[in-house]
């Protein structure tokens, strides 16, 4: 099982970034996916998930208006699209697959927005 991320990087206040999340090695389409995050000293927090069922999208407050997540499930893949950066979005981004017992984290992509 592998989950991949990229996208990643040093982007000014108010830029854009999309991540995005290869995943193999299991049945992408029937997992719930989901991008948490961790800043220096904070907890792990949930960003936004995007469920197996319907594609039902769920975000944080914190981020609602400005990220958009979305899956391919041909491409095997989850996006997040983080529009209105702000310097407080700044964290390790980790992908997050989720099907009853079973669950996987990726390695973390670090996103950084400062001027």
């Known amino acids: 099982v592998q989950l991949v991320e990229s996208g990643g990087g040093l982007v000014q206040p108010g830029g854009s970034l999309r991540l995005s999340c290869a995943a193999s090695?299991?049945?992408?389409?029937?997992?719930?996916m989901s991008w948490y995050r961790q800043a220096p000293g904070k907890e792990r927090e949930v960003v936004a998930d995007?469920?197996?069922?319907?594609?039902?999208?769920n975000y944080a407050e914190s981020v609602k208006g400005r990220f958009t997540i979305s899956r391919d499930n041909v491409k095997n893949t989850v996006y997040l699209q983080m529009n209105s950066l702000k310097p407080e979005d700044t964290a390790v981004y980790y992908c997050?697959?989720?099907?009853?017992?079973?669950?996987?984290w990726g390695q973390g992509t670090q996103v950084t927005v400062s001027s």
């Open positions: 997050h697959a989720k099907r009853r017992n079973y669950e996987y």
């Open positions: 995007i469920l197996s069922a319907f594609g039902i999208t």
């Open positions: 090695g299991f049945t992408f389409s029937s997992y719930d």
